[in-house]
T-cell receptor, first 110, second 114 residues
Framework: GQSLEQPSEVTAVEGAIVQINCTYQ??????LSWYQQHDGGAPTFLSY????GLEETGRFSSFLSRSDSYGYLLLQELQMKDSASYFC???????????FGSGTRLLVRP | DTEVTQTPKHLVMGMTNKKSLKCEQH?????MYWYKQKAKKPPELMFV???????INESVPSRFSPECPNSSLLNLHLHALQPEDSALYLC?????????????FGQGTRLTVV
């Protein structure tokens, strides 16, 4: 089976930088994705890492270390609208199988 | 068009009712998914269709029955549900390839079983 662990909650100040970690245990790993979900909304895709290293998309960056079964999402220049739940998700066992981590609630304070 | 459309948005049903949830995408994606999400919990994978065939069933009870009539449509038939089945049901689609990245989610159907 698969298991993914994330911190349950993170609080940060507007304009700051925050890192959300994800550790995983899977078989047949394809890649690690990150999704954002606002309360009452649908998950929306942020980034995907199939290979080791850093992927940067605007204010968001994601990192993967396959040897450590570890990844993180880095959010820079935090804005109030970034307050949401963030999920890491693995494609594992099948290129079609997308399993979500427990999620991290990010609260951005003024 | 990068949209996944789900209907209805809200559904209240009794434990003896039969209802269906519908999902539609026109992005040419070959994988379509059903997820169940309880409040403050992650989406939980239920079913995956690839090329209109059921490829993954995460040991979902038979009172949930998926159907993929064509490459753009995905249904979830509900029968004899329990109150604990009340949740947000999310449909998603993706390219499904090994290097495919993004899954697109619909806004979900909020289901209440009474």
């Amino acid at each position: 089976g698969q298991s993914l662990e994330q911190p349950s909650e993170v609080t940060a100040v507007e304009g700051a930088i925050v890192q959300i970690n994800c550790t995983y245990q899977t078989s047949g790993f394809y890649g690690l994705s990150w999704y954002q979900q606002h309360d009452g909304g649908a998950p929306t895709f942020l980034s995907y890492n199939a290979l080791d290293g850093l992927e940067e998309t605007g204010r968001f960056s994601s990192f993967l270390s396959r040897s450590d079964s570890y990844g993180y999402l880095l959010l820079q220049e935090l804005q109030m609208k970034d307050s949401a739940s963030y999920f890491c998700a693995v494609k594992a066992g099948s290129s079609y199988k997308l399993i979500f981590g427990s999620g991290t609630r990010l609260l951005v304070r003024p | 068009d990068t949209e996944v459309t789900q209907t209805p948005k809200h559904l209240v049903m009794g434990m003896t009712n039969k209802k269906s949830l519908k999902c539609e995408q026109h992005m040419g994606h070959r994988a379509m998914y059903w997820y169940k999400q309880k409040a403050k919990k992650p989406p939980e994978l239920m079913f995956v269709y690839s090329y209109e065939k059921l490829s993954i069933n995460e040991s979902v009870p038979s009172r949930f029955s998926p159907e993929c009539p064509n490459s753009s449509l995905l249904n979830l038939h509900l029968h004899a549900l329990q109150p604990e089945d009340s949740a947000l049901y999310l449909c998603a689609s993706s390219q499904g390839s090994e290097r495919g990245t993004e899954a697109f989610f619909g806004q979900g159907t909020r289901l209440t079983v009474v």
